[in-house]
């Protein structure tokens, strides 16, 4: 038993040997470390003794000088350096895992930023469509007031005749327009819900004419909602995470820190960015963000590359509604039957209550004659 603790006590300090020999080779190379010669000095020759041949004060001098270098050098370790080094000289097989972990996370990049221009396109296109929809609809409703108020004025009104002539001119052009934009917001949403603006050919009447429309810019507005308040938060939170994993990551590897991580790290981070971002807008809809000012989208964002943001707001929010369920009642009100408006709090009952004291009958109450 005895033999087998000191072959792996001595297997402890050839590794913390050989990774004191890196951290040193890194330090030196660091203009910024101050390292004194008296360090260095009694540093190296740890390095060049076989550690059979260490003294066991030698032996505790390379443990605090190893523990020493690692403080002085953090966040930078023996792992890291060596997993920098592979990825300078691009070792095949040991770099495999490193190079597939860093490819993983620029697939998720490109996948979702591509993803979100598309959605944001998509909504853009949608909100010009509404808008040119609203606007022919509002200039409809203009048209059809001044038809009214022509052939009011005119009581043999001609329809060929000006200003009358110009109105309905101006009238049917609105309904081609509006049509054209019906169809286009159609296509948009054809894979949601199949519509097409049909017009009877027979009966042309203006409100059937502008029924239709009405219905499907009611449709396309749903979409245009649930893309804005549900994909592209979901979205952004999305790439809230990778932009936290991308910048973290490419300090790691400009600080000489970068390790690899366990293996679902970055699924399991990505997929709560998206959870965090969908929850945006609930917490964006609360009074208690509104003091905040920003958009939407970008507090999406802002959840999906931060967790602790979103978990210090949860924790006001239960620290929130705590205190409301421990506040105390308020006490009982008994309103007057004639003056309902005014209320006065209920008696209190006295802290001791006593019987009343018997009074003695009045003697001279029962004199009559």
Not at 145 to 166: G, H, M, Q, V, Y
Request: charged fraction near 25%; aromatic fraction near 6%.
């Amino acid at each position: 038993m005895t033999a087998d603790t000191d072959i792996i006590h001595q297997e402890l300090l050839e590794e913390a040997q050989t990774h004191l020999g890196h951290l040193l080779h890194f330090a030196v190379q660091k203009p910024d470390l101050d390292l004194k010669d008296e360090f260095i000095g009694r540093t190296i020759p740890l390095l060049h003794k076989n550690i059979k041949d260490l003294s066991p004060q030698e032996r505790i001098d390379l443990w605090s000088t190893y523990n020493e270098l690692s403080i002085l050098l953090y966040p930078v370790t023996p792992e890291s350096l060596e997993v920098a080094e592979d990825l300078n000289k691009d070792r095949k097989n040991r770099i495999r895992g490193v190079k597939g972990e860093l490819q993983g996370l620029l697939g998720f990049l490109v996948f979702f930023v591509v993803l979100f221009v598309l959605a944001q396109g998509y909504s853009l296109v949608l909100e010009k469509t509404i808008t040119n929809i609203d606007t022919l609809d509002k200039e409809y409703i203009s048209l059809k007031e001044s038809e009214s108020t022509a052939r009011t004025a005119k009581n043999d009104a001609d329809e060929k005749s000006e200003p009358l002539l110009s109105i309905l001119a101006k009238k049917k052009m609105n309904e081609d327009q509006t049509v054209l934009s019906t169809r286009k917001a159609c296509e948009l949403i054809d894979f949601i819900s199949t519509c097409s603006p049909k017009q009877d050919a027979e009966n042309n009447a203006s409100d059937s004419a502008q029924l239709q429309p009405k219905v499907i810019i009611e449709t396309v507005k749903a979409v245009a909602a649930l893309l804005n308040v549900l994909l592209l938060p979901l979205l952004l939170g999305f790439l809230g995470a990778i932009a936290y994993l991308a910048r973290n990551t490419i300090n790691q590897i400009t600080s000489n820190s970068y390790i690899p991580s366990w293996p679902g790290r970055y699924s399991m981070r990505v997929l709560l960015g998206g959870l965090l971002g969908v929850m945006g807008p609930l917490l964006y809809s609360s009074d208690k963000i509104d003091e905040i000012g920003m958009n939407l989208l970008l507090f999406a964002f802002l959840l999906g590359y931060n967790v602790e943001l979103a978990f210090s707001i949860f924790d006001r929010l239960i620290t929130y509604a705590k205190d409301k369920i421990k506040a105390e009642p308020k006490p009982l009100t008994i309103s007057s039957p004639s003056n309902p408006d005014s209320a006065t709090e209920a008696p209190k009952p006295p802290t001791n209550p006593r019987p009343a004291t018997p009074t003695p009958p009045d003697s001279g109450a029962n004199n009559t004659g």
